[in-house]
């Protein structure tokens, strides 16, 4: 049987992504695991600021008293994609759910 401990989702804040997150919650739920969601802006304050509220908005209010959840938001110059991957192997992640799409926000 699979036992998974923590699922990461990376979020561009695309319908792509946003469906990522249900599928995250629906994991970290069944599996009582925890769940990861992580974004990566621009060296840009603003951005920086207000990401992290807007991951936590993707968690509906109901559920966040009952699930383990992490908010990461990484600033970075370059690839997304390559933070995620290493972000996931040494976060120790069960499962990486891909929820980005090539026309993110950055």
Do not use: Q
Request: aromatic letters at 8%; charged letters at 25%; one cysteine or more.
């Amino acid at each position: 049987m699979i036992h998974i401990k923590k699922v990461m989702v990376p979020v561009d804040f695309s319908e792509a992504s946003k469906k990522g997150v249900n599928y995250g919650l629906s994991l970290a739920l069944e599996f009582e695991a925890r769940l990861v969601l992580a974004n990566i802006v621009r060296y840009d304050s603003l951005a920086y600021l207000t990401a992290k509220a807007h991951l936590l908005d993707l968690i509906p209010a109901e559920l966040r008293e009952r699930l383990d959840f992490e908010l990461i938001v990484k600033r970075a110059a370059r690839s997304r994609f390559a933070w995620y991957n290493r972000g996931a192997r040494d976060s120790h992640c069960d499962c990486a759910r891909p929820g980005i799409t090539a026309a993110g926000n950055l």
